[in-house]
C-alpha cells in the first residue's frame, strides 16, 4: 500500500517561503520520478516541478529561479522549497508519483498554500 503524505503548507506573506514536503511509504522510492503539481480553485491542476530519478528537476516557468524541488532516496523524502512566494502561488499543492513499469501513478492528499497578506 503506498502513501504520500505531504506537509508544510500554511499562511505566508507575499514575498515570504515554505518548504513543503513529501513523505513516501512503499518500496522503490528511488524508481519512481517524483513530482509537485498544484491546482487553485476554479482551476485545472498544473505541474509546479518534477524530479527524475537521477535527481534533475524540470520546471514550470512560474517556479524557475523560486522554487526548488529535491529528493533524498534514503528517506523516501521530496521538497520543495518555495521562496518569493506571490499571491497566485496559492493552491493545493500535491505529491505525485508517476508510474513506472507496472506500479501506477499516486498522488498525496495535498496540504494547502495560501499568500496573502
Known amino acids: 500500500q503506498v502513501r504520500l503524505v505531504e506537509s508544510g503548507g500554511g499562511l505566508v506573506q507575499p514575498g515570504g517561503s515554505l518548504r513543503l514536503s513529501c513523505a513516501a511509504d512503499?518500496?522503490?522510492?528511488?524508481?519512481?520520478?517524483m513530482g509537485w503539481y498544484r491546482q487553485a480553485p476554479g482551476k485545472q491542476r498544473e505541474m509546479v516541478a518534477r524530479i527524475d530519478v537521477g535527481g534533475s528537476p524540470e520546471y514550470a516557468d512560474f517556479a524557475k529561479g523560486r522554487f526548488t524541488i529535491s529528493r533524498d532516496d534514503a528517506k523516501n523524502l521530496m521538497t520543495l522549497q518555495m521562496n518569493s512566494l506571490k499571491p497566485e502561488d496559492t493552491a493545493l499543492y500535491f505529491c505525485?508519483?508517476?508510474?513506472?513499469?507496472?506500479?501506477?501513478?499516486?498522488w498525496g492528499q495535498g496540504t494547502q498554500v495560501t499568500v496573502a497578506s
Open positions: 512503499g518500496d522503490y522510492f528511488s524508481r519512481f520520478v
Open positions: 505525485n508519483r508517476e508510474a513506472y513499469a507496472w506500479y501506477p501513478e499516486f
